[in-house]
């Protein structure tokens, strides 16, 4: 068999037992909730992609995913790998013309939508003729009575009626999976994963190796690695799964006999997620950086004695930075866990890492660069350690096909360097004398200030640094005196006030003066999507009216 994620599953069920959860949804508030065993998973996965096949997806069809964390989007992801459909994500967040075109530029012929949304897809379902089923997921931990849309299957319907045994189907390593990315500019892209290839930048199956023994050959031996593996991962989805972070989390978790656990609950209650890693002896956990993290901290310190979280091995960020401070914090909650910071987007993993433990710290925005991972300037040349040079992080080897239906973005973004095939999301860093990365940030939000290139994030991590800021993103205004001026839009600490020449100082203190912002602003807007992703554009608009 071919490296494809629907035939590892079927391989992995075969070494758990009824005892082995494959899923869980804790109740409100950590309260006891659902728990879907790996046997029960593996039915389930087999009558919804049979489901779905009779409802007339073929290879290929797309299937989207209109929920928020729950069993059900996981469910209806496995159910697309074995099936051989492609898993396409949305993001909740979006509203009519948003949701139309990710649907219809994904050429979906399924979708799966949480109850919630009944309103949005009736708006939208006859100007999207493709969908041959439209699938809708039932509340959870509701007690009042519910019938699914006139024009919806029930989903609880959809699993438990029909063949559960394995499909008898031929399964491709080159069976797609969609990630939809918003970046930083234009509509979103749908990057395009082969199943071997993403199977490969998961690291196939590396974290059941131990140091210098060679990934398995086969997926036989893969499942032999599981069934000797001292224990089963819990993973517990802190972001959203229409997220990479926590989708990648997610499917590799499960390729490893583990448990992905998700919780009801629709924004982030952390008193809620440290009570499920205590009820459910979580030992991972999927996260977004400070936007996740400080909070957790707070409820911590808050609380020292309320919560057990000793279970908790490691956490998993990726997609924003991730402070020192706030990393040294958690690790005093528990010293045992690996804070892995991991440099990487939609476009490509493996960029790089930062490892923390509690004898082992490290700097903001600085990573250990990945082993196929090359730094380029704009002209193509390698960037020469320690020169000081910014260059773009370009990725080759295990790297998408490229983007759904656009080749000229493509071609942009996964170029061909010296004959050879790299990934470059746009990232910029300096090198170091040592190979280590500096991330300056993204060159769409560049900020170009009196002649400099300024890069926003290392200016956020300063903002943040600071006790009276939760949170910070720094866009450029368009200035008569200096083209763009630096501006910062804060989240405030609880009791703290917007003192902005203290804020200037303190950045002053830790960068170059030209890189303070010029003004700093109290946030009237949200500045981050569910998943944490900076949200830069409604950032600028609101920094623009504000400042007339």
């Known amino acids: ?216 050959v086969t997926i036989a031996e893969h499942t032999a690695r599981v069934t000797a593996a001292p224990m089963r991962g819990r993973l517990l989805a802190a972001c959203p799964l229409m997220h990479g972070t926590a989708l990648l989390g997610a499917i590799s978790t499960l390729s490893q006999g583990g448990c992905v656990v998700t919780m009801p609950e629709m924004s982030l209650d952390t008193e809620a997620m440290w009570r499920t890693v205590e009820r459910y002896g979580v030992n991972s956990m999927a996260i977004v950086g400070d936007a996740f993290a400080k909070p957790m901290l707070r409820e911590l310190d808050n609380n020292p004695d309320e919560y057990d979280i000793s279970s908790v091995m490691g956490m998993l960020s990726s997609g924003v930075m991730w402070s020192p401070e706030v990393k040294q914090g958690l690790l005093k909650h528990n010293q045992n866990m690996v804070l892995a ?48 040079e910014p260059g773009f992080t370009a990725r080759s080897g295990g790297i998408p096909l490229g983007y759904y239906k656009d080749e000229k973005k493509t071609a942009s973004t996964f170029p061909v360097i010296n004959g050879v095939r790299y990934s470059v999301p746009g990232d910029w860093c300096t090198v170091d004398t040592d190979g280590t990365l500096t991330l300056l940030g993204r060159g769409s939000v560049c900020i170009n200030s009196g002649g400099e290139k300024i890069y926003p994030e290392e200016i956020e991590e300063a903002l943040k640094a600071h006790e009276s800021v939760d949170d910070a993103l720094v866009v450029g205004i368009p200035d008569e005196r200096w083209g763009q001026a630096v501006t910062g839009v804060v989240v405030l600490a609880t009791d703290s006030q917007l003192d902005e020449e203290a804020l200037r100082n303190h950045v002053k203190k830790h960068l170059a003066a030209y890189k303070a912002p010029k003004r700093v602003l109290s946030a009237g807007v949200a500045l981050r999507a569910p998943n944490g992703k900076a949200d830069y554009k409604g950032v600028t608009d609101f920094a623009v009216k504000a400042l007339g």
């Open 1 to 216: 068999m071919e490296w494809n994620i629907g035939n590892i599953y079927d391989a992995v069920v075969e070494v758990c037992t009824e005892d082995d959860p494959a899923l869980i949804h804790s109740g409100p508030g950590g309260s006891k909730g659902l728990v879907i065993s790996w046997p029960e998973f593996d039915r389930r996965t087999n009558r919804l992609a049979r489901f779905l096949q009779e409802a007339g997806l073929q290879p290929d069809s797309k299937v989207a995913h209109y929920m928020r964390n729950c069993p059900a989007y996981v469910e209806s992801l496995v159910a697309s790998f074995k099936g051989r459909f492609v898993h396409v994500n949305i993001n909740y967040r979006y509203l009519d013309d948003e949701l139309h075109y990710i649907m219809e530029n994904s050429d979906s012929e399924a979708v799966v939508f949480a109850s919630e949304f009944r309103p949005q897809v009736e708006a939208l379902k006859d100007r999207l003729p493709l969908v041959k089923a439209w699938i809708e997921v039932p509340p959870y931990f509701s007690d009042e009575p519910w019938s699914s849309a006139p024009f919806a299957t029930n989903f609880n319907e959809a699993i438990a009626q029909g063949d559960s045994g394995k499909l008898d189907i031929e399964r491709l390593g080159s069976d797609l999976m969609f990630i939809y990315t918003g970046g930083t500019t234009g509509m979103p892209k749908a990057v395009m994963w082969e199943n071997e290839t993403f199977w490969e930048a998961l690291g196939s199956g590396s974290s059941l190796l131990a140091e210098g023994v060679a990934p398995p």
């Open 341 to 388: 910071d991991l440099f990487g987007a939609s476009e490509g993993v493996g960029f790089g890492s930062s490892i923390t433990t509690s004898e082992e710290s490290s700097q903001v925005a600085k990573f250990q660069i990945g082993e196929e991972c090359k730094v380029f300037t704009e002209d193509f040349r390698e960037v020469v350690p320690g020169s000081g």
